[in-house]
């Protein structure tokens, strides 16, 4: 193993560089997902009118992604040139920030557990909102479409939830062609047909509901997510445990390193 050499202390390159090569994968991720989230934005014209996120009722995933790779790119950069030049102030905000997103999560994960009733109702209004924002970002679609067809679900409580939008309203005065159906992602697949209908959803809901078990899912996304939970708990849990266990690596890394680089200023003091 090679060292630094200083006086009485040294710093080891083995956790130097180790922590850099943390993070620089920290580092790449965070730049891959801000051009992904800067090219998503450019080809639906967002960044030319920022109003079309600031008047969006739904979340735009791409401000998701953005705000990940901020958060990995800053890391990242914070945690690479702090290990290299050996900056104790950037190696503390690094070490910090991780402290703090690990905790946080902790927290979320507790509040999860133990207000069941609280989250139920949130997430209810967070796809509520969503669905009335169905229409308006590509992404947002695409995302509850997925989410709709891989669960075997229809809206947040059911398919009357649809009603929560506009073009799919039984009771708008809207002529939309939609109006008293639901997205084709609800429909239940034949597997016959090799192209998707997407007017499979189509006046629907002006049938009886007795008619809807047979051409639509008619149960809500929180309850099948509510059942997806307990089926997959092993594998939620190894990926929460993984992700828990790299934070706490990069944190025992940056506390080390910190720890040798104090030592050396100390010992240089004397």
């Not at 180790?18 to 730049?31: C, K, M, P, Q, R």
């Not at 009733?117 to 209004?125: A, C, G, L, Q, S």
């Not at 924002?133 to 679900?153: A, E, F, G, M, T």
């Not at 051409?215 to 849990?237: D, M, S, T």
Request: charged share 20%.
């Amino acid at each position: 193993m090679h060292y630094y050499r200083y006086s009485n202390a040294e710093v080891s390159c083995w956790y130097k560089y180790l922590l850099f090569s943390y993070n620089i994968v920290f580092w790449l991720a965070g730049v891959a997902f801000l051009a992904a989230g800067l090219w998503a934005w450019s080809e639906k014209g967002v960044l030319s009118d920022l109003t079309k996120v600031t008047g969006l009722h739904g979340l735009d995933p791409v401000v998701l992604v953005l705000v990940v790779g901020i958060v990995m790119f800053t890391l990242g950069f914070a945690g690479c040139v702090g290990a290299l030049r050996e900056n104790i102030c950037l190696l503390k905000f690094f070490c910090g920030t991780i402290v703090f997103i690990f905790l946080l999560e902790l927290a979320v994960a507790a509040m999860a557990f133990l207000f069941q009733d609280w989250v139920r109702d949130k997430v209810k209004e967070f796809f509520e909102n969503n669905i009335k924002s169905y229409r308006d970002d590509i992404d947002l679609q695409n995302i509850i479409d997925s989410l709709q067809r891989l669960n075997h679900c229809c809206g947040a409580q059911g398919p009357e939830d649809w009603d929560f939008n506009i073009y799919f309203d039984c009771k708008s005065e809207s002529k939309s062609r939609e109006k008293c159906g639901v997205p084709f992602s609800c429909c239940i697949p034949d597997p016959a047909q090799k192209v998707v209908n997407t007017q499979c959803g189509y006046d629907i809901r002006k049938k009886s509901k007795s008619q809807w078990d047979d051409q639509i899912f008619v149960k809500g996304c929180i309850h099948a997510l509510e059942a997806w939970l307990p089926r997959n708990i092993y594998i939620v849990a190894g990926v929460f445990i993984a992700i828990s266990l790299l934070q706490i690596f990069g944190i025992f890394l940056a506390r080390t390193l910190i720890s040798d680089i104090e030592a050396v200023k100390a010992s240089n003091a004397f």
